[in-house]
């Protein structure tokens, strides 16, 4: 065993090293970024300057193809570029999705000329792109959703609704999942498709969230056109296509959100519990203990995902666990942390709230965090499935045409 | 990054597997449970001509040579098969302390005998209830010769040497070591049946000190002990999970194997959340050992609070997987539900660990 990088990966971590230090500011001694709010006209401003330097220093994309501008690198150089960026401060939450997922569906599905047209702008961060999956009525269970897609001449015409589109009112382009036969059963009668975010029938409305946050959006379709060049698969293998993205939703690393134990320990040296500061009692030194071994055990997790993809292999399913840790860990942290503080803890005022008000912040995202992307209920499903075989679960909607499929009120 | 087992060890670790399920099987670990004998005599004889005990003692002392990793992958088959014999007495406390803290004509005396299984050892260390801390040690030490009551000591009455944790004449607490030929012993009755047990009466025996660290040679030992024993947790709750999901996939109730509900679904979830978690950190630990990284202290215990919770609730949730049969002395969930206690109360429970973990992470955010 050893942790060093082997001389490959050495020089590309000094490489971007070298370039995270001519073009950022350090983390170290920053305020958290928090996220409380959504990006603004100066937030993409800034991410799209940073993506454009990032783009042409050769460090986004790291894993396509050289002809679009990647470096066919293995995916063990975007965890250490991703490990390297996390000590910097830099412009987040435009590009994620866009190039996490969107783009290697596209690479997969879409024609050569498409390609040719759409990889770069978005590479360099000139185009956003949103993924339009989530509905009122298909989140966990994705292949419910309803939105119609009609065929109608050289173009599909779209009507219904998609829901949790983060980005979509910052998006020129989006992906997109539809029914296009109700008679199929739900996961035979889909279609996959891309389409411009400002054809005319788009209506996106902003969902605002208990944090505060406006990230994520309500998108209405009336009567939108899509060309059929613009479908990615065959018609009927839209859940197949839809596989692919989510595929690469692991790849995504996540950001490790604060308050992190350090956090915690240091808050517990400030407030006091019978007179002593609260580090002292035997309570929170035990909560403090099991917080870190579980952090340490992911980060060392996240190690042994390393050495596999520094071996060649893929990411699996297995990966569901950081999830599904961190987002509990950081509900749990946060509420402990305010216990701590007693009253004090409900002030967000970031003039008297401790520690820049993280802990109120995250007690209010970190609902969101545990749903988004794959609930944690929906993340033990995979790992119980996926990972240790367990049989599905028997489906009330198995094999039945969809539009037969009974549905509730909500 | 390299953070896994090499090839080799990887091999050793089949081999060791292989080898356990079929001389270890659960009929082994019964005749304990059953007290037909203190420990696996067989077993222990062929464990120790295939070098295990030995695995981490250096070849001058008669040891494999094959360094701390190789211990930890043999400590994890050795905690999938709930093996009854002395191997954690013997090669995590006993070796362990004669070559840390011992002279080299101590080594030299004991750690072949040891290696070669010739010398089974052990960790005299609590004297009744409580953690390891200076306060609870009463045994005592003048003159060269020990007196005091040590209990409960794992392999207390098959071990031929002890190492003893005694005060001096200063009543300073350190390490002692003492043959136990002729030292009272009395068979406890315990949680675990399939590891011997004893109390030890001291009367005026005579020890030789081993080293001169104190407390400190104390901690040590335990502190790499810990990362030890987070391999055989780690090997135990890893057997739960996969009795659980075996079960799970067999069992029908309502028509469907009991694995295809979400609330059988999520509890193995968890399960193997845990036992991920813990893996990890005893891979750390185990770098740690290997490297005798300053960090040690702090990836001990955090290895230990993590396999310590996994087993638990591995060991819990495989037998409420398993229902009614779960219960019963006949199926082997409980065979891993004492163990999991056995190993989770020896050298040191959960929040003991958990308080020094903490006091480790403020000394090292002080420095």
């Known amino acids: 065993m050893d942790f060093s990088d082997t001389p490959e990966e050495a020089a590309f971590r000094a490489e971007a090293r070298a370039f995270l230090t001519a073009n950022a500011e350090p983390r170290a001694g920053s305020r958290p970024v928090l996220r409380q709010s959504g990006i603004d006209a100066e937030g993409v401003r800034r991410c799209k300057a940073w993506q454009a330097k990032k783009a042409d220093a050769g460090f986004a994309g790291l894993t396509w193809p050289k002809r679009f501008g990647g470096r066919e690198a293995s995916p063990i150089l975007q965890v250490i570029y991703n490990q390297e960026e996390s000590d910097f401060v830099v412009p987040r939450g435009l590009y994620e999705i866009g190039l996490g997922m969107c783009i290697p569906t596209m690479m997969a599905y879409a024609a050569p000329e498409q390609l040719d047209r759409y990889v770069r702008p978005a590479l360099r961060g000139e185009e956003v792109w949103c993924q339009l999956f989530s509905e009122p009525a298909g989140g966990s269970d994705l292949a419910a959703l309803r939105t119609r897609a009609e065929r109608d001449g050289d173009d599909w015409v779209i009507n219904g609704q998609k829901i949790w589109t983060s980005g979509a009112h910052l998006s020129d382009f989006g992906i997109i999942v539809v029914r296009t036969d109700p008679n199929l059963p739900k996961h035979e009668g889909l279609t996959f498709f891309f389409l411009d975010m400002k054809s005319p029938g788009i209506e996106i409305r902003p969902i605002h969230q208990m944090s505060g946050a406006r990230h994520f959006n309500e998108v209405f379709f009336t009567d939108v056109r899509v060309p059929d060049s613009q479908r990615l698969g065959a018609v009927g293998q839209g859940w197949k296509v839809s596989l692919t993205t989510l595929m690469n939703e692991r790849l995504a690393v996540g950001d490790v959100q604060r308050p992190e134990v350090d956090d915690l320990l240091e808050l517990s040296r400030k407030v006091r519990i019978d007179g002593k500061p609260a580090i002292q009692n035997g309570a929170v030194r035990e909560k403090i203990a099991e917080w870190h071994a579980r952090s340490q055990g992911l980060k060392f997790t996240r190690f042994r995902t390393m050495t596999a993809l520094s071996k060649g292999e893929t990411p699996g399913p297995e990966n569901s666990i950081h999830k599904l840790v961190n987002a509990s860990k950081l509900q749990d942290i946060a509420s402990y942390g305010l216990d701590l503080m007693g009253a004090g803890g409900l002030v967000v005022d970031e003039d008297l709230a401790e520690a820049y008000a993280m802990f109120q912040s995250a007690l209010l995202s970190s609902p969101s965090s545990r749903i988004a992307g794959g609930s944690d209920e929906i993340l033990k499903n995979i790992i119980a499935e996926r990972v240790l075989g367990l049989p599905p679960d028997i489906r009330a909607d198995k094999g039945k045409p969809f539009n037969q499929v009974p549905t509730g009120r909500r | ?367």
Not at chain 2, 152 to 178: C, K, M, N, W, Y
Not at chain 2, 194 to 212: C, I, M, Q, Y
Not at chain 2, 233 to 244: E, H, P, T
């Open chain 2, 1 to 367: 990054m390299n953070f896994d087992f090499s090839d080799d060890l990887k091999q050793l670790r089949d081999q060791a597997r292989r080898f356990l399920s079929e001389r270890c099987a659960p009929a082994v670990v019964r005749r304990s449970l059953d007290g037909q004998e203190r420990y696996a005599a067989d077993l222990w004889r062929e464990i120790a001509e295939m070098g295990w005990i030995g695995a981490a003692i250096p070849e001058e002392f008669g040891g494999a040579g094959l360094g701390y990793e190789g211990l930890c992958v043999l400590a994890e088959e050795m905690g999938r098969a709930v093996a009854p014999v002395p191997f954690a007495s013997t090669a995590y406390l006993a070796a362990e302390a004669i070559l840390t803290a011992g002279s080299d004509a101590q080594r030299s005396a004991y750690l072949p005998k040891l290696a070669d299984g010739s010398l089974i050892g052990c960790l005299a260390l609590s004297e009744g209830n409580g953690n390891p801390e200076p306060g609870t040690i009463h045994a005592r030490v003048v003159g060269g010769l020990l007196t005091g009551a040590k209990w409960p000591v794992a392999d207390g009455s098959v071990a031929d040497i002890a190492v003893v944790v005694a005060s001096d004449e200063h009543r300073q607490p350190g390490l002692f070591i003492t043959d136990l030929a002729g030292v009272r012993r009395r068979d406890l009755n315990t949680l675990d049946p399939t590891r011997n047990h004893a109390r030890l009466d001291f009367d005026g025996t005579p020890v030789e000190k081993l080293g001169s660290g104190g407390w400190g040679a104390v901690q040590r030992v335990l502190d790499r002990a810990a990362i030890l024993f987070a391999f055989e947790q780690v090997g135990g709750a890893d057997a739960c999970l996969q009795m659980a999901k075996d079960y799970a996939q067999e069992r029908y109730a309502f028509g469907r194997p009991i694995g295809s509900f979400q609330a059988i679904k999520h509890k193995l979830a968890d399960m193997y959340v845990a036992l991920e978690l813990a893996r990890s950190n005893a891979y750390y630990g185990a770098w740690a050992l290997g490297t005798d990284a300053t960090d040690l202290p702090l990836a001990a215990a955090t290895a230990r609070v993590s396999a310590t919770e996994a087993f638990h609730l591995a060991s819990k949730e495989n037998i409420q997987t398993h229902g009614g049969i779960g219960f019963t002395w006949a199926v082997d969930c409980h065979l891993f539900y004492r163990r999991s206690k056995q190993l989770g109360l020896a050298i040191g429970s959960a929040p003991f660990w958990k308080d020094r973990l903490v006091d480790l992470l403020e000394t090292r955010n002080a420095a």
